[in-house]
């Protein structure tokens, strides 16, 4: 689940209750700090908290004003310097500094952009959050942009599906498990919100709507299954391909393929052996290596998450 849904919910919650809620969000940071723009909190008038801004003495800080804020239906910038002075007894002695942003939210009609992001997001859809502070006579505009959780594909509900994909929800993808076999392939192993289809897995991927945000783990029962998955999706535009198995299946496969016109440079994108190299051995090792590499490659680029102050 996108870490920003049980955040958002709880802030509609309180607001149709008619309690007010204060939002904080980081909006700006400068060398080595707990959390990155974007990160976000919310306080309602019981001081009980959805999300983290970083934890420790930060949160304390955040949570001492918010709750002052939220009380006069005020907003600020609150900037943290994480330095000796303040973050020595909880250990966040990080140098840098943090701008966080705390807004009251009062009134349903303020909700109307917050239950537009919940919708997107639950629909797997990216969206924005504005964000305004009104502070010393002074407005200040920001723009959290959200990405929609991406979507992974992993064909085998083998042992190492399994455990691959409960992990990945917990990592904000969007999961679906593709296997021929009912008896493995089933809500008793991958319970929602992992998606799970009972199909031939070639052809079940070749009818998946794949796009640039997708990422593929081909983890089936066998070689055969495994050439003809990843020929399936070898000319998708599949952010990220990748399959198990040794260097010598590896090479098997991908001769296999040639002979039918698959290139070279096609096969170059194929993440083969799959994993970071961590000598993995068992299924667990396994699983966080695949799990590291999806990691890797969902972080290279990323969006802008906030945009401001206007």
Request: proline letters at 6%.
């Amino acid at each position: 689940m996108n870490l920003y849904v049980p955040i958002l919910k709880h802030v509609i919650k309180e607001i149709e209750a008619g309690r007010p809620i204060s939002i904080c969000t980081v909006v700006e940071t400068e060398g080595s700090t707990p959390q990155t723009p974007g990160a976000m909190m919310v306080i309602d008038q019981t001081s009980q908290t959805k999300g983290t801004i970083g934890g420790g003495c930060v949160e304390a800080e955040i949570r001492r004003r918010s709750f002052e804020l939220l009380q006069k239906r005020s907003s600020a910038l609150v900037k943290l310097s994480l330095d000796h002075d303040f973050g020595w007894d909880d250990g966040l002695i990080c140098g840098g500094t943090m701008t966080i942003a705390v807004t009251t939210i009062d009134r349903a009609e303020s909700c109307d952009s917050i239950r537009k992001a919940l919708e997107d997001l639950q629909n797997y859809q990216p969206s924005t959050i504005p964000i305004s502070v009104q502070e010393k006579g002074k407005s200040f505009e920001y723009k959290i942009n959200i990405e929609a959780e991406p979507s992974l594909v992993i064909a085998g509900a083998g042992h190492i599906g399994q455990a691959l994909a409960n992990l990945c929800v917990g990592l904000e993808f969007h999961v679906t498990v593709i296997d021929n076999r009912a008896d493995y392939a089933n809500v008793s192993r991958f319970p929602p919100p992992i998606n799970v289809v009972v199909n031939d897995i070639s052809t079940a991927l070749e009818k998946f709507p794949i796009d640039p945000v997708t990422y593929i783990v081909i983890v089936t029962r066998g070689h055969k299954h495994d050439e003809q998955a990843l020929e399936a999706v070898i000319r998708s535009p599949a952010k990220y391909i990748g399959m198990i198995g040794s260097k010598r299946k590896v090479k098997l496969i991908y001769d296999g393929l040639q002979s039918r016109g698959i290139t070279p440079e096609m096969l170059n994108r194929v993440h083969s052996p799959i994993g970071l190299p961590i000598n993995a051995v068992t299924v667990p090792e396994i699983m966080v290596s695949i799990a590291a590499e999806l990691i890797a490659t969902r972080r290279t680029i990323r969006r802008k998450i906030v945009e401001g102050p206007f």
